[in-house]
């Protein structure tokens, strides 16, 4: 079975701190790996995907196989950072396109 | 464009009532998907279509909940009768395709209160 583990709850960071939410997963096939976000009042939204390799927002994460994680990180936090973070997985067996989200952590970023 | 739109945002019943959810997928994604989020939890995917079937449907609880997606397109998710535990918000989202590299689109949700 797969599991996504976002072990925060709750990350509070000053501006312009740098940010790291956590992301641990398990899975035993190759996994394809996701964060979304979701502002206040607006909809969940993909923020970046692991195939890509973009930065998007400033943020990156990389996937780390032989730790099983994929953290999000920012150098610099800015407020419009604030919001709630899914880290996401999807299986890629042939047949099995399940997508898996972690509990969120929620990022507040403090002027 | 709309995006994926869902109705109602809000619905409030008494248990055991029965209701409704609509979605209303982005024009030309073939995969349409419901998912449950509790309070502090993420979603948790209910059911998966690909066109008109229901691909994926082993964590939708059958005895009370069932869903539809007539002519591939928009999808109703019912629960009857409603229970305590039913309380949640219930997300549609849609994508272009299933697989590798394929992103969702979620609607805005639908946030019932069963009292």
């Known amino acids: 079975a797969q599991r996504v583990t976002q072990p925060e709850k709750l990350l509070s960071v000053f501006k312009g701190a740098p940010v790291e939410l956590k992301c641990n997963y398990s899975?035993?096939?190759?996994?394809?790996l996701f964060w979304y976000v979701q502002y206040s009042r607006q909809r969940l939204q993909l923020l970046l995907r692991?195939?890509s390799r973009e930065s998007i927002k400033g943020f990156t994460a990389d996937l780390n196989k032989g730790e099983t994680s994929f953290h999000l990180k920012k150098p610099f936090a800015q407020e419009e950072d604030s919001a709630m973070y899914y880290c996401?997985?999807?299986?890629?067996?042939?047949?099995?396109?399940?997508?898996?989200f972690g509990k969120g952590t929620k990022l507040s970023v403090i002027p | 464009e709309a995006g994926v739109v869902q109705s109602p945002r809000y619905k409030i019943i008494e248990k055991k009532q029965p209701v409704a959810f609509w979605c209303n997928p982005i024009s030309g994604h073939n995969t349409l998907y419901w998912y449950l989020q509790n309070l502090g939890q993420g979603p948790e995917l209910l059911i998966r279509y690909e066109n008109e079937e229901a691909v994926d449907d082993s964590q939708l609880p059958k005895d009370r909940f069932s869903a539809e997606r007539l002519k591939g397109v928009d999808s109703t998710l019912k629960i009857q009768p409603a229970e305590l535990g039913d309380s949640a918000v219930y997300l549609c989202a849609s994508s272009l395709v299933a697989f590798r590299g394929g992103e969702l689109f979620f609607g805005e949700g639908s946030r019932l209160t069963v009292l």
């Open positions: 899975y035993s096939g190759s996994p394809e």
């Open positions: 996401a997985l999807r299986s890629a067996g042939a047949g099995s396109y399940q997508l898996t």
């Open positions: 692991h195939i």
